[in-house]
């Protein structure tokens, strides 16, 4: 397989008053662009996170790893709690990632962890078809709400770690809520983070697979 030339940058994303720090990954041949949301700030380019970006982009898509929170804001326990403010965070970088010639037209997926998962949820509740996709991994789908739940068009993956019994718990009542396309992975001797041997790459390889299939169906039906 050739390898792909790839283009790096650092962006700012315009959000209200603040502005969002991210780094923006462009494989030369694109399939899709997946936005990676997360609460926390200063980690989006640790080896952990952008593991599953790495084997995205070798699939050809895109990524944007978006920090939602300011280093200040991620002090506050509130604010990094707040999912309707992490939300409108996610809706500006959804509406740069549009902006934006390299992106625009591509199917946009997005991937969310902890809290952020509720936050990339809402968001696809309310941008109805735009959205192609959406992965959770060990998140809080739940606190995204039944309502939001249940308007969700995008094809939808949650993914628990086994030993992480509460949480699969949250998830299995965010999942009874959806109504859209599904599917419900519990990944065996995997914890909160998945940070046990070979946990992470069965995670990337559950979002690859995810995302291949239904960016395909919604490009077919954009061209169609």
Same mark, same amino acid.
């Given at each position: 397989m050739m390898c792909q030339q790839m283009q790096t940058e650092? #962006?700012?994303?315009?959000?209200?008053?603040?502005?969002?720090?991210g780094t923006l990954r462009l494989p030369e041949v694109r399939a899709g662009v997946v936005l990676f949301a997360h609460g926390g700030a200063g980690n989006r380019l640790s080896p952990s996170n952008d593991y599953v970006g790495s084997i995205l982009r070798a699939a050809r898509f895109a990524t944007l790893w978006v920090d939602l929170l300011a280093p200040h804001e991620m002090r506050n326990l509130? =604010? %990094?709690? !707040? #999912?309707? +403010? $992490? =939300?409108?965070? +996610?809706?500006?970088?959804? !509406?740069?990632? %549009?902006?934006?010639?390299? =992106? %625009?037209? +591509?199917? $946009?997926? +997005?991937?969310g962890a902890g809290h952020a998962s509720a936050a990339a949820l809402q968001s696809a509740a309310s941008r109805g078809s735009e959205i192609a996709g959406i992965v959770s991994r060990g998140g809080r789908p739940d606190l995204a709400g039944q309502h939001a739940l249940a308007r969700i068009a995008a094809p939808t993956l949650l993914i628990v770690g086994g030993l992480d019994e509460a949480v699969i718990q949250m998830n299995r009542t965010a999942y009874a809520s959806l109504r859209c396309k599904k599917r419900f992975e519990i990944i065996p001797g995997a914890t909160h983070l998945f940070e046990e041997p070979g946990n992470l790459e069965v995670v990337a390889r559950l979002a690859r697979s995810w995302f291949q299939s239904h960016f395909h169906t919604r490009a077919s039906s954009l061209y169609a």
């Open positions: 650092r #962006v700012r994303i315009r959000a209200e008053s603040i502005e969002l720090e509130h =604010t %990094r709690f !707040d #999912v309707p +403010l $992490l =939300t409108k965070r +996610l809706d500006a970088a959804c !509406d740069w990632l %549009r902006q934006q010639e390299e =992106t %625009r037209d +591509l199917p $946009l997926g +997005l991937f």
